[in-house]
């Protein structure tokens, strides 16, 4: 099938370290985001990993790929309130479409 | 420069009527997608125009369902005979097709009464 799966809710205090987790169904995706969706707000592209990549960090954010399990996480250092959101996987096939498959989604809550 | 533009930002229809969705992709993005985000779900994909290759309608829902888009610009997502279940945001996203980034829009969000 086409899923790919996330878990519905994360919360942390402030300062500490988030992990959200991703898991995706398709071998032959070539690519792999992460997309931030506030409140009332469109989504906006935070990062993503080339499917022959093991990690790739870009200042506080920390992407590691499980190629073998098709396992994506997220990882925010020092997580901020602004940082609270609903955080989307979603998976790129490539091909002449290149469409996104997207995960439910996790809320993430920041605590003060 | 300027990032995605959609219209309405919100549409409120009753059930059995026509409306129309815009999106006005970052120029010189070859590749436009809708996308539709129903309350606490993920995105499905809708439609797929790139260039002036034939689109790509594979998650269009229902006949009821089209979209059109003029070589490299506007497209407008059309839903005709309204139903309660096509409530949810509409969401566009351009890319350039050598990078493969997806950025996305505001939406649209319709609700239908």
């Known amino acids: 099938g086409e899923d790919v799966e996330q878990s519905l809710f994360l919360s942390v205090r402030e300062g500490d370290s988030s992990v959200i987790n991703c898991t995706y169904t398709?071998?032959?995706?070539?690519?792999l985001y992460w997309y931030k969706q506030e409140p009332g707000a469109g989504l906006q592209l935070l990062t993503y990993?080339?499917?022959?990549?093991d990690m790739k960090q870009d200042q506080r954010l920390t992407v590691l790929l499980n190629k073998k399990d098709k396992h994506l996480s997220l990882r925010i250092a020092d997580t901020q309130t602004g940082d609270s959101a609903i955080y989307f996987c979603a998976e790129s096939r490539g091909g002449a479409t290149n469409k996104l498959i997207f995960g439910t989604g996790t809320l993430l809550a920041v605590q003060p | 420069g300027a990032g995605v533009s959609q219209s309405p930002s919100n549409k409120v229809t009753e059930k059995g009527k026509d409306v129309e969705l815009r999106c006005d992709p970052i120029s010189g993005h070859t590749a436009l997608y809708w996308y539709r985000q129903r309350l606490g779900q993920g995105l499905e994909f809708l439609i797929y125009f790139q260039g002036n290759s034939a689109p790509d309608k594979s998650g269009l829902p229902s006949d009821r369902f089209s979209a059109e888009r003029t070589g490299e610009s506007v497209s407008t997502l059309t839903i005709q005979r309204t139903q309660q279940e096509d409530s949810a945001v509409y969401l566009c996203?351009?890319?350039?097709?050598?990078?493969?980034?997806?950025?996305f829009g505001p939406g649209t969000r319709l609700t239908v009464t």
């Open positions: 990993i080339f499917s022959n990549m």
């Open positions: 996203a351009s890319s350039s097709l050598s990078v493969g980034e997806q950025y």
């Open positions: 398709d071998s032959s995706s070539t690519y």
